[in-house]
């Protein structure tokens, strides 16, 4: 990436610098207002002809870059100095092909996502490609082009997906693209106009099991466009199945609860799918499919579920071998971390090694459970032992602790002073809302056999 737009950097350095320069004495009245700005990606055009061959091989895409021209954004201040898109009247031979695209017509609610990936640190893949139509429709018989690019903001960010159509006539005696058969505009621009996108606020989710989620998909088509069928498909491990259909005015649930509202659809392009009562089995891939009579585009996004684990302790005695046994119970997925830690009275706490597990027990509703156990060593003051679990669908690790007392009167009476599970439900729930930060976290993953 060793040609950096220089206007992306001169975005970040405005916006870093309203961030550090922002006294609010200084701007009573800093109130947001919406000002078009050209929105500037690299894309990939992707070239191959889909009738020769399945799939496309690396050097059927070549560097492309898709102007997004005068999408309203919020400014704060920070937008000042940023200087609207102009192309070059000098088509050098390898220099990428650019495509205007005007959104007058429909309504792009994530492009500031879009704008401002750079910035906080999240990347923006796009893929253009030539657009087919599901069967021939009259509009082919136009003198247009269609393209379609897909927008994906990186690490759970937002995607979207629109439709282009080119604008204008050739003028005789324009520039033709070498490979795309187009007349370019006397900028040496393809000019194209947005007509209909689907959009998602986020491409990966985590929900607890039990819980509701809501699927967020948007959409937005130019006037005289009709929805004519929104579909949400759910795609897990090789197999897909349709979780809930609308189709001219009539909605149906495949999955049991799941719910659309048809007056956000109609009203607001809102075909978000409500899943109550999460469970395994709805783990997957999420397809929001809309379809005009002429354009489809769709929206794949990731739910996954968690279980958290519940963290019990216990002291067993048997065969003159105490033991420290704990129970970690229900979760999912089956990556979990345990670690044990054993502190003496004023000393200072230790990892204990050699913990040994059980097998990982599979329960009906797909949940794991497993056991991790310690030889108890009191010491001639006793000692607090700490069982630590770490899972993906908690902020902060489970702890639950015990202390073991110097067996002083007769054999096999270890005194047990407390143990306390420290159950951070609060925690929890935070945990998820910020679970794609901890998502990237490493685990150490634990398969044992004996
Ligand atoms: C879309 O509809 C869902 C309910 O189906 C609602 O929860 C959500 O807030 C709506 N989103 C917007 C942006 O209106």
Redesign the pocket.
Known sequence: MGSEPIWRLLLCLAISGAAGTDPPTTAPTAERRWQPTDIVLDCFLVTENRHQGAFASSGDRERALLVLKQVPVQDDGSLEGITDFEGSTETKHDSPVIFEASVDLVQIPQAEALLHADCSGKAVTCEISQYFFKARQEATLEKAHWFISNMQVSRGGPGVSMVMKTLGDAETGAVWHPTLNLPLSPQGTVKTEVEFQVTSETQTLSHLLGSSV?L?C?FSMAPGLVLTAVEWRLQHKGSGQLIYSWKTGQGQAKRKGA???PE?LLR?G?A???LPNLALKDEGNYICQVSTPLYQAQQVMLLSILAPPKVQLNLENKDKLPSLICNIAGYYPLDVAVTWIREELGGIPAQVSGASFSNIRKSMTGTYSISSMVTAEPGPTGATYICQVTHVSLEEPLTVSMRVLPNTEQSGAFGVIFASIVFLSALLFLGLHRQQASSSRSIRTMRHSG
Do not use: G
Request: aromatic content about 0%.
């Open positions: 809501s967020h948007s719910t659309l509202e956000q607001a809102n978000s799918l409500t």
